[in-house]
């Protein structure tokens, strides 16, 4: 298995307070990815990451951001949670890039009352 | 509007009956991954196709890809309990470079 880790697994928070989601690899992959599953989308991407610094924005970004200091890192931060942001959240990695095996993580189940 | 329509939606079958998952699409795609996921857990990759027409099988599991190559099926022969879970299929189209996902088909085994 790819060593990758989300934590946290589970969260619950308010509405209006600011989250942060972390996604470690042990992979060295240059490539990562956040995305969020809800019932009836899939996977949809929020954003990712090509290297260190390097981030761009996917389909779902808006109300999220990301950072990425360390090759290993990938943090994703919802500055001030809504409701509609209820989802499972799911970090992928992979070495280069689109077309290329994605590595997920376990997932955070994230509830926004 | 969903790039990867994937059809049926759920498919509770008993142990033994064979199925076919399909992921279609008016775009075309450099190339199509099929997934499967647990509760609880992520994807994890079944097959890549990248050539129009192809077919790969994984023991009982049989991809094609379309000739045109829009469009993608999963069979499985003889489903087993085993084979319960979420299936999706991911592509790129050929003049992007974000990976979009289906929005899955849920699969029951009964035994």
């Known amino acids: 298995d790819a060593g990758i880790t989300q934590s946290p697994r589970h969260k619950v928070t308010e509405t209006g307070t600011p989250v942060t989601l972390r996604c470690h690899q042990t992979?060295?992959?240059?490539?990562m990815y956040w995305y969020r599953q809800d019932p009836g989308h899939g996977l949809r991407l929020i954003h990712y990451?090509?290297?260190?610094?390097?981030?761009d924005k996917g389909e779902v970004s808006d109300g999220y951001s990301v950072s990425r200091s360390k090759t290993e890192d990938f943090l994703l931060t919802l500055e001030s949670a809504t409701s509609s942001q209820t989802s499972v959240y799911f970090c992928?990695?992979?070495?280069?890039?689109?077309?290329?095996?994605?590595?997920f993580g376990s997932g955070t189940q994230l509830s926004v009352l | 509007t969903q790039l990867l329509e994937q059809s049926p939606q759920f498919l509770s079958i008993q142990e033994g009956e064979n199925l076919t998952v399909y992921c279609n699409s008016s775009?075309?795609?450099?190339?199509l991954q099929w997934y499967r996921q647990e509760p609880g857990e992520g994807p994890v990759l079944l097959v890549t196709?990248?050539?129009?027409?192809e077919v790969k099988k994984l023991k009982r599991l049989t991809f094609q890809f379309g000739d045109a190559r829009k469009d993608s099926s999963l069979h499985i022969t003889a489903a087993q309990p085993g084979d319960t879970g979420l299936y999706l299929c991911?592509?790129?189209?050929?003049?992007?470079?974000?990976?979009?996902f289906g929005a899955g088909t849920t699969v029951t085994v009964r035994a």
């Open positions: 992928a990695i992979n070495q280069q890039g689109v077309g290329e095996k994605l590595f």
């Open positions: 992979e060295n992959h240059r490539y």
């Open positions: 990451s090509y290297g260190v610094k390097d981030t």
């Open positions: 775009s075309v795609f450099s190339s």
């Open positions: 196709v990248v050539t129009g027409g």
């Open positions: 991911a592509a790129a189209v050929t003049n992007d470079y974000k990976l979009s």
